[in-house]
């Protein structure tokens, strides 16, 4: 499995005991194998995976630190100390502790950033509104957008059909795109929607919250993270609804490429649903001398929670949720998974509405 590239350190000197690495992999190693799985039936995802996979897909060594103490502190373990596997009630204890902890990341992050997005469609859903709804909230914002990217979905390519509009019946017999190219050129036309790269629901907005704080604090782990950047243009991408829709729910990223401003555009959509789109291998993102790229790091993030999500099996399970939810509903006696999705939503998630 490749893992992201860690920057400015190589060296866990001064952030945290070096050993702790050893430790964690020596832990994750151990409850990875086949026969260390509980006998009690558990949630369809690999919890092991879930902790190993975030820490892996790290993009510095200081969010790896900060896993790394949050780890052993919800397993109570010290950081600097042998651990004996050959003690049953030991094994048996830091296992619950290493299950509790993934259930905490899943339901306090995992769960929410990817239920927030776009759902089974229900009888009183529309979820091309849902969509809509960073539009509707910063409409300065998208027409930002819309010139910096120049009125194209920055992953197909395709040309602003609103736009698209206007200039033919301006100019009707030339009209032009943003680079001065003729429209006839271009091969696709789309409604384009702003999307927040990581989710606007994110943003703490008048009293502090503790919910969106925890959430926060586990998007640390994962990279350097300002909160006041997720309302900003570096945080929005313009996309068409379909692409909207694939980056919302973490089947489509973008990663850094070989040169900047490029993009390598990777997936985890079948490859006939990624060939029916034209989706391609990949993207340089246009640049605006008066309006901020979107960030190259909060798109890294993005792309980490992917392959977490993916690689863990807990965006399989999530998606497995959701469509209980849609076929079947919350039995009376809480006996589905679904109470993750009642609790998440308690807590202020806008599950079922993407912001962004």
């Known amino acids: 499995m490749a893992t992201p590239s860690l920057r400015q350190q190589t060296s866990f000197e001064g952030?945290?005991?070096?050993?702790?690495?050893?430790?964690?992999?020596?832990?994750?190693?151990?409850?990875?194998?086949p026969n260390t799985s509980p006998?009690?039936?558990?949630?369809?995802?690999?919890?092991?995976?879930?902790?190993?996979?975030?820490?892996?897909?790290?993009?510095?060594?200081?969010?790896?630190?900060?896993?790394?103490?949050a780890f052993f502190k919800a397993v109570h373990l010290p950081l600097d100390q042998p651990i004996d596997m050959m003690d049953p009630a030991f094994e048996a204890r830091l296992r619950q502790d290493i299950y509790d902890y993934a259930d905490f990341l899943f339901n306090n992050f995992f769960l929410?950033?990817?239920?927030?997005?776009?759902?089974?469609?229900?009888?009183n859903c529309s979820c091309q509104s849902q969509t809509e709804d960073t539009d509707r909230r910063d409409p300065t914002l998208r027409e930002l957008c819309l010139e910096r990217d120049k009125n194209r979905c920055i992953i197909s390519g395709a040309f602003n059909l609103d736009e698209a509009e206007r200039r033919y019946k301006e100019h009707p017999n030339s009209p032009c795109d943003d680079d001065g190219r003729p429209l006839t050129s271009c091969r696709e036309f789309h409604f384009l929607e702003a999307a927040h790269v990581l989710p606007h629901s994110l943003v703490q907005e008048g009293k502090p919250?503790?919910?969106k704080k925890t959430a926060l604090d586990i998007l640390k782990m994962l990279g350097t993270i300002e909160c006041t950047e997720l309302d900003r243009p570096r945080n929005v991408i313009t996309l068409t609804y379909s692409m909207h829709r694939f980056f919302s729910n973490f089947d489509v990223f973008l990663q850094p490429g070989q040169s900047p401003y490029e993009y390598r555009i990777g997936s985890y959509l079948h490859p006939v649903i990624r060939r029916n789109f034209s989706i391609p291998s990949t993207k340089?993102?246009?640049?605006?001398?008066?309006?901020?790229?979107?960030?190259?790091?909060?798109?890294e993030i993005h792309a980490a929670i992917a392959h977490i999500l993916e690689h863990s099996g807990a965006g399989r399970y999530i998606d497995k949720i959701l469509r209980d939810l849609d076929e079947v509903g919350i039995r009376a006696d809480g006996s589905?998974?679904?109470g993750r999705l009642v609790e998440a939503r308690l807590q202020g998630w806008p599950l079922g509405v993407r912001n962004g």
């Open 336 to 338: 589905t998974e679904l």
């Open 112 to 123: 929410p950033m990817r239920a927030s997005g776009p759902t089974p469609q229900s009888s």
């Open 284 to 299: 340089t993102i246009y640049q605006h001398g008066g309006i901020e790229a979107p960030s190259s790091r909060l798109l």
């Open 39 to 69: 006998s009690s039936p558990r949630p369809e995802y690999s919890h092991v995976k879930l902790i190993r996979c975030t820490y892996n897909y790290a993009l510095t060594l200081e969010a790896k630190g900060n896993l790394l103490r």
């Open 209 to 211: 919250d503790p919910l």
């Open 15 to 33: 952030i945290i005991d070096p050993s702790a690495h050893d430790r964690f992999e020596q832990i994750m190693t151990h409850f990875d194998a």
